[in-house]
Each structure stands twice: as structure tokens, then as C-alpha cells.
């Protein structure tokens, strides 16, 4: 009983954050529109039991991803020697969301990465080095994003993107002792407050990325690595064996806790080819959305000198109108100095980083905008501390740089 005692006010913590968490609900418009980009939010690194150690099914999926209006689910089947997994995985629209068939393949030189779409020749891949496999997927128009960046000791580069958060690795490193009894106590009554509250910013993966990206274009993704299996998150191996008899991570309730949000051309239909466009050129933010709905985010740069070199983008909706302006993922001459703009659809911290380092920060606001000189860069870092104590360590939005050069 006296071990059950903190678990009882764990529980009454996690209600509370619950509560604060439905009451963010939903701020943004429902199809959000910014100088002629339109948005879409998903999920990316899913698995199914095509690959291993999951027990999802496609009816789970295909269901959990339309009960949460997902736009598009990035799969990502490890490979089998014996079948081609990115043909056997969903691909295409089902019901009203887009399922683009990636897979996450391995290199002989200790690479892993999330590569979209996927290949009939991933089993082979891992008979590579990692630059001869990216010169081979590059060639065919193909993505890779480098997962696990900790495992990354070979000094491999060339890759598209780098995940930068990892659900699954975000509780792997979580407290064995107190997660086991908010699974007892909390999670059956309320499942995403209690994931929520273990959520944390991934400071090494984060540095890496930085590091990288300070010096060339690098997409920023997180991953949920979603499995749907008993207890892959918080207690189990790699394989998931050891559980409770309890579904931890139901598709359905990951699929609320980060997301993906991209930005395409407006008029541009969502398909497995524009949303990897949208990918690679860096048009793209992380939302925590179980803090809050994301959706509406927007980093924007004009500037100060020659604003009429840079394009013109022009589109209806909730678009600010016809200013030209550069996005998340562009690149910018810095000439006679550059703007940085943000808006977030709900007050928040707002903090801005030039590779990786805090420059600017500006509290519990919806907008900011900053005059930079220097080039280097930019992205921004949203955190919803009213949340509680754990939340300043925690991100609701990271976006994808601007390059001021
Ligand atoms: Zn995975």
C-alpha cells in the first residue's frame, strides 16, 4: 500500500493534465492556408506485422488513422529477405487517408534510415555501405531519413533527414519503475495524458541534427515508430514480449500524440509524390498535437533589402495575402538582412535557435518576429510550459530551418 500511495497522486496529476490538455483542444482552421502553401498533418514510421514485431493490422490502421483525420501515414516496413515489404503495405488512400509505402532499412556500415518510398531491393541494401546506398536511392528520386542518429558512428552523411525525436525511444528512457505503475493506475482512464506526461525533448538526437544542419539542408522529422504491440514503448525489448496483457499503444492513440505537419503548394493534390516533395524540401514541422492542436504554425522570412527578388506566392483562404516570402525548409540570402516571423495558434514560448543555440525567446506569445544579420540556421522550438513542471523540457512544435546564407 505505501508503494501504491504516489501512484494514486500520479494518477490525480495526470486527470489534471488530462483536463488542461482538452481544454487546448482545437484552435486552427480546419484546412490551414499560408502564402500559398496548404497544410497536412500525419503520422510517419509506422509499422504493421508485415515487418516483424508488430501486431498491428491493416483494419487497425486504416481505422485508427481515420478516426484521428489523418491526411497520411508515412509506413515504414522493415525489409524481408522473403517478400517485398514497401508492395505488400498499404499504399494509396483508404477511406480519407493517404498511406505512403516507405520502408526502414539497414547499411553494412552500421546505417539506418527511413527511405520513402521503399525499394524491392531493400534487403540488399544491407550489403552496402551507407554513400553507395544513398548515391542508389538518390538516383531513383528516393529519400532516406537517418534514424537512431546515436548509432550513427561512422561518420555517414548525405542523407535527406534526420529523425530528431523518437517516440519510441522518448520512453525507452523513461523510469521503468514509475511507468509501470502509471500503467496500472493511469493509463486504462486516461491514455494520451499519461504518454503526454512522459514526453521529452531528445537533446542528443536534437544536437546531432543541429550540427549537421548548421552546415547543409537537413529535413527534421519525428517518428512515432508506431507498432501496436504489447508494450513496445514502456516495458518491453525491442521485440515486445513482456507486458501486462494490456495494448499499450494502440494505432489510435499514438496517432494523437506527434505528427507531422507539411506544407504543399496550394492546388497541389496530397499524394505519395507531393507529400516526399513537401519532405525533401524541408516544408515541414513536428506538432506534439496531444498538447494542442498545431496545425496554423507558421516561420516565415522576408527580406529587409531586396524583397522583391524572392518569389511570389499567391493563394486564397486564410493566406496573409501576396508579401513575398520564403517558408520553413527554403534557403535565403541574407543581403541587407532578413525577418524571421512566427505565429503559433495558441500562446506559447516561443524560442528561436541558429544552429542549435537560443537567440531569441519570447514568452507565452502567439507571434514574434525577429531582424537577423548573420547567417546560420534558424528554426523554432514552441513549448507550452502552463502545461506543468515537465513541459519546458518538453516541445509542442519544432519546426524546420530557414537557411540564411
Ligand atoms: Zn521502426
Avoid: C
Avoid at 174 to 194: C, K, M, Q
Avoid at 274 to 279: D, G, R, T
Avoid at 340 to 349: D, E, G
Amino acid at each position: 500500500m505505501a508503494v501504491q500511495v504516489p501512484f494514486v497522486y500520479r494518477r490525480h496529476q495526470i486527470g489534471q493534465l488530462g483536463n488542461k490538455i482538452s481544454l487546448a483542444g482545437k484552435v486552427g482552421p480546419d484546412r490551414a492556408t499560408f502564402a500559398g502553401y496548404t497544410e497536412y498533418k500525419g503520422v510517419m514510421h509506422v509499422h504493421t506485422f508485415l515487418g516483424g514485431h508488430s501486431t498491428g493490422t491493416f483494419d487497425e490502421l486504416i481505422t485508427a488513422a481515420n478516426a484521428n483525420d489523418l491526411d497520411f501515414v508515412v509506413m515504414t516496413e522493415h525489409y524481408d529477405p522473403a517478400y517485398n515489404t514497401s508492395a505488400l503495405t498499404l499504399n494509396g488512400t483508404f477511406g480519407k487517408t493517404l498511406f505512403v509505402n516507405g520502408q526502414e532499412v539497414d547499411t553494412n556500415d552500421g546505417g539506418r534510415f527511413l527511405l520513402l518510398p521503399g525499394s524491392p531491393e531493400s534487403p540488399s541494401f544491407a550489403k552496402l555501405d551507407s554513400k553507395t546506398f544513398l548515391d542508389k536511392i538518390h538516383s531513383e528520386g528516393r529519400i532516406a531519413i537517418n534514424n537512431y542518429p546515436d548509432r550513427n558512428r561512422s561518420g555517414i552523411a548525405g542523407f535527406d533527414g534526420m529523425e530528431a525525436y523518437s517516440l519510441h525511444i522518448n520512453f525507452k528512457q523513461a523510469n521503468i519503475f514509475t511507468a509501470v505503475g502509471d500503467i496500472l493506475w493511469s493509463l486504462r482512464s486516461y491514455p494520451e495524458a499519461t504518454i503526454a506526461s512522459y514526453l521529452r525533448r531528445n537533446d542528443d538526437y536534437l544536437a546531432r541534427y543541429d550540427k549537421v544542419a548548421s552546415e547543409h539542408r537537413l529535413l527534421l522529422t519525428a517518428g512515432a515508430d508506431a507498432h501496436s504491440n504489447k508494450g513496445y514503448y514502456l516495458i518491453a525489448d525491442d521485440e515486445g514480449n513482456k507486458h501486462f496483457g494490456i495494448k499499450l499503444d494502440p494505432y489510435e492513440t499514438v496517432f494523437r500524440i506527434v505528427r507531422m505537419h507539411v506544407l504543399l503548394e496550394s492546388g497541389t493534390p496530397l499524394s505519395r509524390e507531393s507529400v516526399i516533395e513537401a519532405l525533401r524540401g524541408g516544408h515541414a514541422f513536428v506538432g506534439f498535437d496531444v498538447l494542442g492542436e498545431s496545425a496554423g504554425f507558421r516561420f516565415w522570412a522576408e527580406s529587409l533589402s531586396d524583397a522583391d527578388d524572392q518569389p511570389t506566392h499567391t493563394s486564397g483562404g486564410t493566406d496573409i495575402g501576396s508579401v513575398p516570402r520564403r517558408i520553413m525548409g527554403d534557403g535565403v540570402v541574407l543581403g541587407g538582412g532578413i525577418k524571421l516571423s512566427v505565429a503559433v495558434p495558441t500562446p506559447a514560448r516561443i524560442v528561436l535557435l541558429k544552429n542549435g543555440v537560443k537567440v531569441a525567446e519570447e514568452p507565452e506569445s502567439r507571434e514574434f518576429s525577429l531582424n537577423v544579420s548573420e547567417t546560420g540556421t534558424y528554426r523554432i522550438e514552441a513549448y507550452l510550459d502552463r502545461l506543468g513542471e515537465t513541459f519546458n523540457k518538453a516541445p509542442w512544435i519544432m519546426s524546420n530551418p530557414i537557411y540564411v546564407r
